[in-house]
Each structure stands twice: as structure tokens, then as C-alpha cells.
């Protein structure tokens, strides 16, 4: 398919097919070179302005597909005055001429984008606005709000009595339940778009590529009796629930004067500081060992750690899960399957899922940048109460947060940043 947008497309037509073209009608046409010479016979689809997906004339010509047909009919029509479009132009056209907001332009993308059905699904939801009113729900509460205290600050002597009979202090405490319950669902739904970045760490031989083998479902990794086997970085995508896991095998975690397996140990390390959840491995059959402890010393506070007893099946015991007050311990056995199940359940915690199949929202980090924001700003003015002033500034700040998520208050630059990731077109 060709797809032109523009103005006086219906000349255009007239000019690619010869013949005038009816509105919303599709028509078996002729498709004309320069010289009258047909290059192809197809569907010819006109959406004259304001009925179409940018706001302008669109005109959709359907081809038979071939590579070098519709090569020809693409030139053609820059023939005819018509240029390439630019990355995003179509929805950038369509934000522009206020037929969808940022949010649902930004969804476009994502929707081509989705890996998975639950992102394709998510996607979908913010297209059709869901997202978009979410948002814009919150912006009226602030508008209510803002109207209040600003009524206060006109007339000052009775600004006690204002606030109190306008009951603002619970009316912000509502704000902010609404913000953070929307936060919550936002990084839930932005795992969708980027995955959970997991590493397999621990001691050699504690069964990280047995494990690996064992998420992805095939035997990617050699599995030896040797320690050290793994010298370098495994990577494997897989799929939780509909949520993308990039799980990472790395080198055992050891004192070594071996050279190759060194720069696995410090490839492994850097790995490390980049993850979203660390699988620590220990083997059952030995428990917590000081080369354990040390590792688990030497790993970021930032970073979720969950301890995983493997191959509990060769130590008698049953697979398992305590919640232990610095982190999570499982056991399971990576060999037979046996507890995998809850290894599964703990990653969809970490990644904020469990329970949020259908209500998750495909957010971008900009958009959890602006929620956040908004949260900060909602708390200052929940505490600067007393200070009516900077209560009805911090409002206003927070106001402005969310307006740019839907592009109601949004800067140049940011908006050619935003489109300029689309693929061709779209």
C-alpha cells in the first residue's frame, strides 16, 4: 500500500488514475505513469479532510505488492509533487491537527512495535485513549483543587475557613492515591515495552546455565561438571505471562588466574550493576557458603536479589519459598523443573505484574518521569497547606507534569524527539 496525505488529493487522484474519485469508496483503478503507460491495477481509497486518520486528504493506494511495482508507483506519485514521509510523520500530522493526543501517537508506535500479545494488547488500550482519559481525569481533580486554593488566596482572611469548608487536605489525599495507583500500573505496563533484565549469578557450578536452559526451554548453554564452563555472557529472551524476561547467564564468581575466565568474572560483574533482579545461586546440598556471603555483599543495594537454593532435588528437600527480611529465598531444582513454577511467580512480582494482565498501561519512561513528578509536587503542596502561596505554586507544577504526557503542554524539541523513533512513515 502507498498512502499519501496532504491537501487537494482529489486532483492528485484525478491526475495518478485519470478518472475523479468518490469519498470513502473503494474503486478498481488504474494506476498511470507520466506517459498513460498503466504501471498497475488496483484499490483506490480517498478520505477527504477533516475524515481521516492525519486530519487532512488521504489517499491509500492498494497495489499488488510486488517490490518493484509499487517502487514504481511510489515514484510516480513524488512524480506528482507528493515527497517521502518522514519518520512518525502521519501521527505527528495526526497530534497536530488534534485527531489524537501524544499519548495515542506514541501508542501507534508501540502497537507495530509489541513483542508480545499483552504489550500488542496494551498497546491497543492507550490507542483507543484509555490512557489519554486516565490522565486527564487527574488533570481535572488539579484544576478543581487549583481553583480553591486560588479562590483562598483572593480572599485571604478567610482563607482557613475556605480551605476547610472546600475540605482540600482530603481531596489531595484522593489526588495522590490516584496518582500512585496509576504509577503503579504505568511500571507494571512499561516492563511490556523494555522486559525484566535478569542475571543468573553465583558461585561456579551452582547450576546458573542448567537454569538457563531450563527458563529458555532448550539447552542454550554448555552444562558440565567443570567448574568454570561458562566464560562469557549467555543471553536469552523469553516470555512470563506475555512479559518479556532477558535473562542473562554469566561466569561463576571466583578468585581466578585463568585470563579468559577473569574477563567473564568482570564481564559478569558489569552485567550485574545493569540488572533489574539478580539470581543468586547457591547449591542446596552445601547451603550459604563465605564465598556465597561475599558475593552477595559485593552486589548493588539497588538491585532486587533473590536467593535460589538449586538442585534441592540431590539434597532431599521439597521446592520451597521464604521471605526472609533482606530478600526472597527459593528452592528449587533446575535439573528436574521442581519449583520453577515459583521462580516464575517471583519474577512477575518484580516486575509488578501479578494480578495486572488486563489493566497494566504501556508506559514510557517520559510518562513515569511526568507521574512522578506530579506525585512530588502533589505531596509539597499536601504539606505546604499552611503556605497557600507555594500549596497553589506546587499545584500548578504538577498540573503542568501531566499536561505533557498528552502533549497539551509539550515542547518542540521533545515532540521531534518522540516521532522521530517511528519507523518510515506511520
Not at 11 to 28: N, Y
Not at 180 to 186: D, K, M, N, Q
Request: net charge negative; glycine share 10%; hydrophobic share 45%.
Amino acid at each position: 500500500m502507498v498512502r499519501v496525505s496532504g491537501t487537494r488529493l482529489g486532483d492528485f487522484a484525478r491526475e495518478l488514475t485519470d478518472r475523479a474519485v468518490e469519498p470513502r469508496r473503494a474503486v478498481l483503478s488504474s494506476f498511470l505513469a507520466a506517459d498513460g503507460v498503466v504501471l498497475d491495477r488496483g484499490l483506490l481509497l480517498y478520505f477527504p479532510a477533516p475524515g481521516s486518520f492525519t486530519g487532512e486528504d488521504v489517499l491509500e493506494l492498494q497495489g499488488h505488492g510486488g517490490p518493484v511495482v509499487m517502487q514504481m508507483l511510489l515514484a510516480r506519485c513524488l512524480e506528482l509533487g507528493a515527497r517521502l514521509a518522514d519518520p512518525g510523520e502521519f501521527s505527528r500530522r495526526a497530534y497536530l491537527n488534534d485527531k489524537i493526543d501524544l499519548v495515542q501517537a506514541e501508542a501507534v508506535a508501540d502497537l507495530i512495535e509489541a513483542e508480545t500479545a499483552a504489550a500488542a494488547r496494551s498497546a491497543m488500550r492507550s490507542l483507543s485513549g484509555e490512557f489519554s482519559r486516565e490522565v486527564h481525569g487527574l488533570v481535572e481533580r488539579l484544576i478543581d483543587l487549583r481553583m480553591r486554593v486560588e479562590a483562598a488566596l483572593d480572599f485571604p482572611e478567610e482563607e482557613v475557613d475556605i480551605l476547610r469548608e472546600a475540605d482540600v487536605a482530603a481531596r489531595l489525599g484522593a489526588l495522590r492515591a490516584g496518582l500512585g495507583a496509576l504509577i503503579t500500573r504505568a511500571r507494571a505496563g512499561s516492563r511490556l515495552r523494555s522486559g525484566l533484565h535478569v542475571v543468573l549469578a553465583g558461585l561456579p557450578n551452582v547450576g546458573k546455565s542448567s537454569l538457563l536452559n531450563r527458563l529458555s526451554g532448550e539447552d542454550r548453554a554448555i552444562v558440565t561438571e567443570v567448574a568454570g564452563t561458562t566464560r562469557d555472557v549467555l543471553r536469552e529472551a523469553i516470555q512470563i505471562e506475555g512479559i518479556p524476561m532477558h535473562v542473562i547467564d554469566t561466569a561463576g564468581l571466583r578468585d581466578t588466574d585463568d585470563v579468559v575466565e577473569k574477563i567473564g568474572v568482570e564481564r559478569a560483574w558489569r552485567e550485574i550493576e545493569r540488572a533489574d533482579v539478580v539470581l543468586q545461586l547457591l547449591d542446596a546440598r552445601s547451603g550459604e557458603t563465605g564465598g556465597d556471603r561475599a558475593i552477595a555483599a559485593g552486589l548493588p543495594r539497588d538491585v532486587e536479589r533473590i536467593v535460589v537454593e538449586n538442585k534441592c532435588d540431590l539434597a532431599g528437600l521439597a521446592p520451597g519459598r521464604e521471605a526472609g527480611t533482606a530478600c526472597v529465598r527459593l528452592r528449587l531444582s533446575a535439573k528436574t523443573g521442581a519449583g520453577i513454577g515459583l521462580l516464575h511467580d517471583e519474577l512477575l512480582r518484580v516486575a509488578g505484574w501479578q494480578g495486572r494482565g488486563e489493566d497494566a498501561v504501556l508506559a514510557r519512561e517520559r510518562h513515569l518521569a511526568a507521574l512522578t513528578l506530579a506525585s512530588e509536587k502533589s505531596a509539597l503542596a499536601e504539606r505546604r497547606l499552611g503556605e497557600i502561596e507555594l500549596c497553589a505554586e506546587e499545584l500548578r507544577l504538577a498540573q503542568e507534569a501531566l499536561a505533557t504526557i498528552t502533549g497539551e503542554f509539550t515542547a518542540d524539541d521533545l515532540l521531534g524527539e518522540i516521532f522521530s523513533r517511528f519507523c518510515i512513515g506511520k
